[in-house]
């Protein structure tokens, strides 16, 4: 096991200015310390009660990023815990920050999940909705988008670099316009395997989970009902 080794390794390989997130669901927290000491702080976990349960037992400054479908009844556990939620997918889910956050006049900070793909399988605001989506948070008090996360669909190389050069488009298109609560400077996107192409596409920040810690148990990777 390597796990400094695997995360200097990537630091080698991506261009400054692009963050690197360890993702570490479903590791234990020997993991977790071992990348700390190789100098991560932002960690990424896709279900609330692990991010909320590690948070508690780990390094105040660690930066806890939310990676996976949020469902509503769970919002009220990240206040003060999440630093970013990369799955904004929904009016549901905007509803609901918005009011739990307002409770405690406190702001969430999170990523537009656009279902780039198109997929079944996925959460995530469809192309043709953003506008519609970007309206309703323009009229929040208490969430402020920084930016998109997309999980695209598996495919080869040549695929991967669509959907990136698209989700990149888009993101740039929304980056030349004036909205309220929202500014473009996050674009989510590359996990392990395709992690380089998509910094070639123009990500500022990778989600990298087996390349640092090797393989999970199961699969655990952003698809909905889990
Ligand atoms: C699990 C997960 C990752 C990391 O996947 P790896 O292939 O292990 O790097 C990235 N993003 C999301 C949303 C995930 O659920």
């Known amino acids: 096991m390597g796990i400094k080794q695997n995360i200097e390794e990537i630091i080698t390989q991506i261009p ?25 702080r932002d960690f990424g976990e896709n279900k609330v009660q692990e991010l909320v349960k590690k948070s508690e037992n780990f390094h105040e400054d660690v930066r806890w990023h939310l990676i996976g ?13 999440v630093y970013l939620i990369h799955s904004l997918d929904s009016v549901n889910l905007l509803n609901e920050i918005e009011k739990v956050f307002g409770r ?15 997929e079944e399988s996925k959460t995530g605001i469809l192309e043709e909705n953003l506008y519609e989506f970007i309206n309703k948070i323009e009229k929040c008090d208490h969430v402020l988008v920084k930016g998109i996360m997309v999980i695209i669909p598996q495919g080869d190389e ?38 380089m192409t998509a910094i070639d596409e123009g990500s500022t920040l990778v989600r990298i989970g087996t390349g640092i810690f090797g393989e999970r148990n199961y699969n655990a990777g952003g698809e909905k009902n889990e």
């Open 158 to 195: 040549e695929s991967n670099r669509r959907y990136f050069k698209r989700t990149k488009e888009i993101f740039e298109e929304l980056k030349t316009k004036k909205f309220k609560n929202i500014s473009m400077e996050i674009l989510s996107m590359g996990m392990t395997h395709d992690y």
């Open 16 to 40: 400054e200015g692009v963050k690197l997130l360890a993702v570490s669901k479903t590791k234990p927290l020997s993991y977790l310390e071992e990348a700390y000491e190789a100098g991560m």
């Open 104 to 118: 405690v006049n406190k702001t969430a900070n999170a990523l537009i999940q656009i279902n780039i793909g198109r």
């Open 69 to 81: 479908h949020l469902q509503t009844n769970k919002v009220k556990y990240l206040v003060d815990k």
